[in-house]
């Protein structure tokens, strides 16, 4: 009995190291991108890629957070990693990165991000509703929010300080007149991505300066989308269009309010170091083996 136990306990290590072996050094497996939450446009559109461009690669699902955690790990041990990007994003102005170009145009051009109201908020809460209708602002203004986010600040913190040092775009948003004394509450739905923690909380702050209460509530992507159509938010900043979000919008943009852009010039992609040698979605495949 004890010897079979032992010949087992050999077998069980060598069969441990085989997989080791072979789980790291490669043998032929499939390379990997490092993904974030399900749920998310990018994740969809990184599965399109993956088939349009025959990549011999898996898409792994992970969060925001620690996309950007193995981002730093890989660069920290200058090794190669391919994540799934966008801007406005703080990554850009931590580290050197670039997009990989897409020729087939999976990832699409040009974004937008929107603001959504429900329906019924105009008439509801009209001053709310026009604060968030003129809400505009810069990549570079969203982005700054995020780097001090990044770098310890809670959301309120920073999104204080950058009302606080933009108090004239500010000044724009909110309705002559009405700049103080509102009552009321306006929820705000939004997705834990880190462009997104930033806008909703700079448009809760400004909102609470004008005297509403505003409770933000953390969902995922579909929830985010449901939940505006159904009305359980009175609005969100979030809304990534035309391509991101094209197929959570189309199902309910007959029961919401579409108040245009807050942001123009966003992006999504598959992002890698610029030390990586390779530029484009095409040329994965031929270096898979460093994407392990
Ligand atoms: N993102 C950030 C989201 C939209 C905002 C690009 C991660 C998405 O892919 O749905």
Not at 169 to 185: A, C, F, L, Q, R
Request: charged share 25%; hydrophobic share 40%.
């Amino acid at each position: 009995m004890k010897k079979l136990f032992k010949g087992l306990s050999i077998l069980a290590v060598v069969a441990l190291l085989a997989a080791a072996v072979f789980g790291c050094a490669g043998g032929g497996g499939k390379g990997k991108i490092v993904g974030i939450e399900p749920g998310a446009g990018i994740m969809k559109a990184t599965e399109k890629a993956i088939e349009d461009y025959n990549l011999d690669f898996e898409l792994q699902e992970s969060s925001s957070a620690a996309m950007a955690a193995s981002l730093k790990k890989a660069i920290d041990a200058k090794e190669w990693i391919v994540v799934t990007g966008w801007t406005p994003h703080w990554k850009f102005a931590k580290w050197d990165l670039k997009y990989l170009e897409d020729p087939k145009g999976v990832y699409g051009g040009e974004e937008h991000i929107a603001t959504i109201a429900r329906k019924g908020l105009k008439e509801d809460n009209p001053v709310a509703y026009e604060m968030l209708d003129n809400f505009y602002w810069a990549p570079a203004d969203m982005e700054a929010v995020m780097l001090d986010i990044q770098n310890g600040m809670t959301p309120d913190e920073a999104a204080q300080k950058w009302i606080k040092e933009n108090q004239d775009k500010v000044n724009e948003w909110i309705p002559k007149g009405k700049e103080t004394g509102n009552s009321g509450k306006v929820t705000l739905g939004y997705v834990e991505w880190d462009s997104e923690i930033a806008s909703t909380h700079v448009v809760k702050n400004v909102l609470e300066n004008m005297g509403f209460e505003v409770e933000p509530v953390a969902v995922d992507a579909g929830v985010m989308w449901t939940g505006i159509g159904k009305g359980d938010f009175d609005a969100i900043v979030s809304a990534w269009l035309p391509g991101t979000h094209a197929d959570y919008y189309d199902k309910v943009k007959d029961q919401v309010d579409n108040l245009g852009p807050n942001l123009e010039g966003a992006k999504i992609g598959l992002v890698v170091p610029t030390y990586v040698t390779i530029n484009s979605i095409e040329e994965l495949n031929e270096v898979k083996d460093k994407f392990k």
